[in-house]
């Protein structure tokens, strides 16, 4: 039984001009224990997704379509009561923020806030509950945490900021983290230490993590697996290694192309033209046909589908666990079928 | 040396480490009570056995000297011991703190309304005469105790009634002070608690209790009190809280949705939800803290607003009724003699003056002190 199984995810939301689909028609697995990175641009619906798993899309749970399922250790959490909900945020499944200069309570301590989420999820209280904030503090790498718990958030840098976030999410000992572009505001150095932090203490404990940023360095650090989300559909998805080696969808290359690496110092950066299109109004078709460089007529009108592609090495196919999984693309230039690219 | 300084006069080592502010204040606390409690020490040994407000002044005046005492010690123990860092206070308020301090007239205000509430607590030690003394009534009474203007014996004068115009300004304290306190402090638990929920849950509860407050906040507030008052008259002091606070709670109600509004928008509320916590729970547990501050600055205005207006209310003689005294009340009493016996009106109008003053300066100055703009509190 996989960790986190997402069947045919709908979130759509009421906007001024229309109905948003923003998240329209996603499938993902994840293993236990296994790390799965979502990738795509702002505006591709990868918050809504991370939110519509905790039942929090913004409007309120009725925004997930009828159809979709997410099940949990084989539990549907779509149409499950408030109550059961909010035992699994942040005791199942727990969740880490962009932004960790807002995402503290400005008026309250650091240890307090640490300490309402121990005091929720555990029953640890009093003096316990207050050496089980320093021992959290103390293993997401806050010096001194005995003294610094009485500090307030402001008095703390962005990175300290992130970390007492993520001691936050680990008082109710997740089975799954899902960190929403953990590293998105910090400095770079702090980049690697907070990946660093997220990826052994996923290790460690033996969590799921779901890893969404909009970077494919960050994800490709950390995650086994990669999911490319584009205009709230997967476009492509498969093994880090093997979709960095050889993206099949144009998509997946552009992204590729839009950053620079330490590498390859001479090739020149390739921006993807144009932005994501309003979720009002996808394009027909393929969605991403009009910024693609290699459209053919077929792509203005019908959608392709995620088809798995052939194992790009069969011998290698034994050793493709459960937390991996197959590959698999959303594109006409792969073919009727998908597999012959 | 400088603690045993401290034992004898609290407040002198801190001056003299030119803590000027912290060190006047408590040494004018510590000088003062006991100057209080040494020149009427027959009255502090009666009051042992007296009414409540004897007892009240007593513990006020024990909590006083106690206090100044005690603090002064720890503070200078914490400032030898914890030299080159700040022993305590550091958190979120601290910044507010400094920036209100640096307006002086905001310190001011302060000061005047923690001495004003200082002295009602201790009136019946300070007044010199009884309240309802008609010294020209009693058997064998002075008749040319009426109507007497400023002097040494009644240092405010003697109103028709040859009662001492000082010592009424005193006991009328009582009321005035304390039905601003209490009406602000219920309308803004009213008001505040309708607020949150309101711009918490939004919707339908949101539209009823929105509309509630166009209602009350169109009519005028005077009109409504004595709408009000009238009904019950003669109102007793709880009638007129009340009906000073259902004029004010609208106010605090709309301050407070406002706030909820933008903060449940923040960051900190999404992570909080996804860490699993209630919605009451973050509401009222990490929400509402965060609108404290404005709300504070609401509720010092109001104090002052609720004064004037209970004021208005005694003025045209439907204030508190039965033997009490407030200030609007004395000046009601005064007006048929303005013009020649001046100091029968002036001098409970000057106190109205006083406090509903100091209230504004110290909700301006927190106002300023809160306004991250002003890059914390210019002084006027």
Same mark, same amino acid.
């Given at each position: 039984?996989?960790?986190?199984?997402?069947?045919?995810?709908?979130?759509?939301?009421?906007?001024?001009?229309?109905?948003?689909?923003?998240?329209?028609?996603?499938?993902?697995?994840?293993?236990?224990?296994?790390?799965?990175?979502?990738?795509?641009?702002?505006?591709?619906?990868?918050?809504?997704?991370?939110?519509?798993?905790?039942?929090?899309?913004?409007?309120?749970?009725?925004?997930?379509?009828?159809?979709?399922?997410?099940?949990?250790?084989?539990?549907?959490?779509?149409?499950?009561?408030?109550?059961?909900?909010?035992?699994?945020?942040?005791?199942?499944?727990?969740?880490?923020?962009?932004?960790?200069?807002?995402?503290?309570? *400005?008026?309250?301590?650091?240890?307090? +806030?640490?300490?309402?989420?121990?005091?929720?999820?555990?029953?640890?209280?009093?003096?316990?509950?207050?050496?089980?904030?320093?021992?959290?503090?103390?293993?997401?790498?806050?010096?001194?945490?005995? %003294?610094?718990?009485?500090?307030?958030?402001? +008095?703390?840098?962005?990175? /300290?900021?992130?970390?007492?976030?993520?001691?936050?999410?680990?008082?109710?000992? *997740?089975?799954?983290?899902?960190?929403?572009?953990?590293?998105?505001?910090?400095?770079?150095?702090?980049?690697?230490?907070?990946?660093?932090?997220?990826?052994?203490? +996923?290790?460690?404990?033996?969590?799921?993590?779901?890893?969404?940023?909009?970077?494919?360095?960050?994800?490709?650090?950390?995650?086994?697996?990669?999911?490319?989300?584009? %205009?709230?559909?997967?476009?492509?998805?498969?093994?880090?290694?093997?979709?960095?080696?050889?993206?099949?969808?144009?998509?997946?290359?552009?992204? /590729?192309?839009?950053?620079?690496?330490?590498?390859?110092?001479?090739?020149?950066?390739?921006?993807?033209?144009?932005?994501?299109?309003?979720?009002?109004?996808?394009?027909?078709?393929?969605?991403?046909?009009?910024?693609?460089?290699?459209?053919?007529?077929?792509?203005?009108?019908?959608?392709?589908?995620?088809?798995?592609?052939?194992?790009?090495?069969?011998?290698?196919?034994?050793?493709?666990?459960?937390?991996?999984?197959?590959?698999?693309?959303?594109?006409?230039?792969?073919?009727?079928?998908?597999?012959?690219? | 040396?400088?603690?045993?300084?401290?034992?004898?006069?609290?407040?002198?080592?801190?001056?003299?480490?030119?803590? !000027?502010?912290?060190?006047?204040?408590?040494?004018?606390?510590?000088?003062?009570?006991?100057?209080?409690?040494?020149?009427?020490?027959?009255?502090?040994? @009666?009051?042992?056995?007296?009414?409540?407000?004897?007892?009240?002044?007593?513990?006020?005046?024990?909590?006083?000297?106690?206090?100044?005492?005690?603090?002064?010690?720890?503070?200078?123990?914490?400032?030898?011991?914890?030299?080159?860092?700040?022993?305590? =206070?550091?958190?979120?308020?601290?910044?507010?703190?400094?920036?209100?301090?640096? &307006?002086?007239?905001?310190?001011?205000?302060?000061?005047?309304?923690?001495?004003?509430?200082?002295?009602?607590?201790?009136?019946?030690?300070?007044?010199?005469?009884?309240?309802?003394?008609?010294? !020209?009534?009693?058997?064998?009474?002075?008749?040319?105790? #009426?109507?007497?203007?400023?002097?040494?014996?009644?240092?405010?004068?003697?109103?028709?009634?040859?009662?001492?115009?000082?010592?009424? #300004?005193?006991?009328?304290?009582?009321?005035?002070?304390?039905?601003?306190?209490?009406?602000?402090?219920?309308?803004?638990?009213?008001?505040?608690?309708?607020?949150?929920?309101?711009?918490?849950?939004?919707?339908?509860?949101?539209?009823?209790?929105?509309?509630?407050?166009?209602? $009350?906040?169109?009519?005028?507030?005077?009109?409504?009190?004595? $709408? #009000?008052?009238?009904?019950?008259?003669?109102?007793?002091?709880? $009638?007129?809280?009340?009906?000073?606070?259902?004029?004010?709670?609208?106010?605090?109600?709309?301050?407070?949705?406002?706030?909820?509004?933008?903060?449940?928008?923040?960051?900190?509320?999404?992570? @909080?939800?996804?860490?699993?916590?209630?919605?009451?729970?973050?509401?009222?547990?990490?929400?509402?803290? &965060?609108?404290?501050?404005?709300?504070?600055?609401?509720?010092?205005?109001?104090?002052?607003?609720?004064?004037?207006?209970?004021?208005?209310?005694?003025?045209?003689?439907?204030?508190?009724?039965?033997?009490?005294?407030?200030?609007?009340?004395?000046?009601?009493?005064?007006?048929?003699?303005?013009?020649?016996?001046?100091?029968? !009106?002036?001098?409970?109008?000057?106190?109205?003056?006083?406090?509903?003053?100091?209230?504004?300066?110290?909700?301006? =100055?927190?106002?300023?002190?809160?306004?991250?703009?002003?890059?914390?509190? !210019?002084?006027?």
């Amino acid at each position: 039984m996989s960790l986190l199984e997402i069947r045919n995810l709908r979130t759509h939301l009421a906007v001024p001009g229309g109905i948003a689909r923003a998240v329209d028609g996603v499938d993902l697995d994840l293993g236990e224990g296994g790390t799965v990175g979502v990738v795509g641009e702002s505006g591709s619906g990868k918050t809504l997704l991370a939110l519509s798993i905790l039942g929090l899309p913004p409007g309120g749970p009725d925004q997930i379509i009828d159809g979709s399922s997410i099940r949990y250790r084989g539990e549907e959490l779509v149409g499950v009561g408030n109550k059961r909900l909010r035992e699994i945020r942040g005791g199942e499944i727990a969740m880490i923020f962009q932004e960790p200069m807002t995402s503290l309570n *400005p008026v309250f301590t650091v240890g307090d +806030q640490v300490r309402e989420s121990v005091g929720l999820h555990t029953s640890l209280r009093g003096r316990a509950g207050k050496e089980e904030v320093v021992r959290l503090l103390g293993e997401v790498g806050i010096p001194d945490p005995s %003294a610094r718990m009485r500090d307030y958030p402001h +008095q703390f840098s962005g990175g /300290m900021r992130q970390r007492v976030m993520i001691a936050m999410a680990l008082a109710g000992k *997740p089975s799954l983290l899902i960190a929403d572009e953990p590293t998105t505001a910090l400095d770079v150095t702090i980049e690697a230490q907070i990946l660093d932090l997220i990826k052994e203490t +996923q290790t460690r404990l033996g969590m799921g993590l779901l890893l969404i940023s909009h970077d494919l360095r960050t994800v490709s650090k950390v995650c086994e697996r990669l999911v490319v989300l584009y %205009a709230g559909r997967v476009v492509e998805s498969g093994p880090t290694a093997e979709v960095l080696a050889s993206p099949k969808h144009p998509y997946t290359r552009g992204l /590729m192309g839009s950053r620079l690496s330490m590498d390859d110092r001479r090739k020149s950066l390739r921006p993807i033209p144009g932005e994501v299109p309003e979720a009002t109004s996808w394009p027909r078709g393929c969605r991403f046909h009009p910024r693609c460089g290699e459209m053919i007529p077929r792509c203005r009108t019908r959608e392709p589908d995620l088809l798995p592609l052939e194992a790009a090495a069969p011998d290698s196919g034994g050793a493709v666990g459960p937390t991996t999984g197959v590959r698999k693309a959303r594109c006409w230039l792969l073919g009727e079928t998908g597999g012959g690219a | 040396m400088g603690r045993w300084i401290g034992l004898v006069l609290p407040g002198l080592p801190q001056l003299l480490r030119r803590e !000027a502010f912290k060190g006047t204040s408590v040494l004018l606390l510590w000088l003062g009570l006991l100057v209080v409690g040494l020149t009427r020490f027959d009255r502090v040994t @009666a009051a042992f056995d007296g009414g409540l407000h004897d007892r009240v002044a007593l513990l006020t005046l024990f909590i006083g000297l106690i206090g100044a005492w005690w603090w002064s010690f720890r503070d200078d123990r914490s400032h030898r011991i914890g030299r080159g860092e700040v022993p305590y =206070g550091s958190g979120a308020g601290q910044g507010v703190w400094e920036a209100f301090r640096r &307006n002086r007239m905001a310190v001011l205000g302060l000061g005047i309304i923690l001495t004003l509430y200082l002295v009602m607590l201790l009136t019946p030690f300070l007044a010199p005469f009884e309240p309802e003394l008609r010294e !020209a009534y009693q058997p064998g009474g002075d008749a040319s105790r #009426i109507l007497n203007p400023p002097s040494v014996r009644n240092i405010m004068g003697t109103d028709q009634y040859s009662q001492d115009v000082f010592s009424r #300004i005193l006991y009328g304290a009582r009321i005035s002070l304390s039905i601003g306190l209490l009406a602000v402090g219920i309308s803004v638990t009213l008001g505040g608690l309708l607020g949150a929920i309101a711009g918490y849950l939004g919707g339908r509860i949101d539209w009823v209790i929105m509309r509630a407050v166009d209602v $009350v906040m169109a009519f005028p507030k005077l009109v409504l009190i004595i $709408v #009000i008052v009238a009904v019950f008259f003669p109102a007793s002091l709880f $009638v007129i809280v009340v009906a000073l606070a259902f004029t004010q709670w609208p106010f605090m109600a709309r301050m407070v949705r406002g706030e909820i509004l933008s903060l449940k928008e923040r960051e900190f509320t999404e992570a @909080a939800r996804a860490l699993g916590f209630s919605r009451r729970r973050i509401l009222f547990r990490h929400l509402l803290p &965060n609108a404290v501050g404005p709300l504070t600055v609401v509720a010092a205005l109001g104090i002052g607003n609720a004064i004037v207006l209970e004021a208005g209310l005694s003025f045209l003689g439907l204030g508190v009724q039965g033997g009490h005294t407030s200030w609007g009340k004395m000046v009601f009493e005064g007006r048929d003699f303005l013009l020649d016996e001046w100091w029968i !009106a002036t001098f409970p109008g000057l106190a109205i003056v006083l406090a509903v003053l100091a209230f504004n300066l110290v909700g301006d =100055g927190l106002r300023d002190a809160l306004d991250p703009r002003q890059g914390g509190g !210019a002084g006027p």
